[in-house]
């Protein structure tokens, strides 16, 4: 069975840092691109970055380029998305999820088929 468990999440003030991970079980993630995405209050769910299996290719929402990193560690069959900078409106809860992708890049248009339960990030003073 496919599982994605998502943690490092938390409450942070403006300007601070947080990484999540997103640890895979049941499978490896070699041959999977993963996403990360998030959903703030009364709002929909958004895609926030992406990487391709091989980690050679990554995608940034455009509000998140320049603060955040997507990486992955197959060997330890967890990807990473360290955020720093962070602003309240980077608050949501953020999900992870995977789908099969053995080459080409990561798109938030993708069919992920596999979510973990998500991870709370509340960015305030």
């Known amino acids: 069975q496919l599982q994605l468990v998502e943690s490092g999440g938390g409450l942070v003030q403006p300007g601070g840092s947080l990484r999540l991970s997103c640890a895979a079980s049941?499978?490896?993630?070699?041959?999977?691109?993963i996403g990360w995405f998030r959903q703030a209050p009364g709002k929909g769910r958004e895609g926030v970055s992406c990487?391709?299996?091989?980690?050679?290719?990554?995608n940034y929402r455009d509000s998140v380029k320049g603060r955040f990193t997507i990486s992955r560690d197959n060997a330890k069959n967890t990807v990473y998305l360290q955020m720093n900078s962070l602003k309240p409106e980077d608050t949501g809860i953020y999900y992870c999820?995977?789908?099969?992708?053995?080459?080409?890049?990561?798109?938030?248009?993708?069919?992920?088929?596999?979510w973990g339960q998500g991870t709370q990030v509340t960015v305030s003073s």
């Open positions: 999820a995977a789908v099969r992708l053995y080459s080409g890049r990561c798109t938030y248009s993708l069919v992920f088929d596999s």
């Open positions: 990487i391709s299996s091989g980690g050679g290719s990554t």
């Open positions: 049941g499978f490896a993630l070699d041959y999977y691109a």
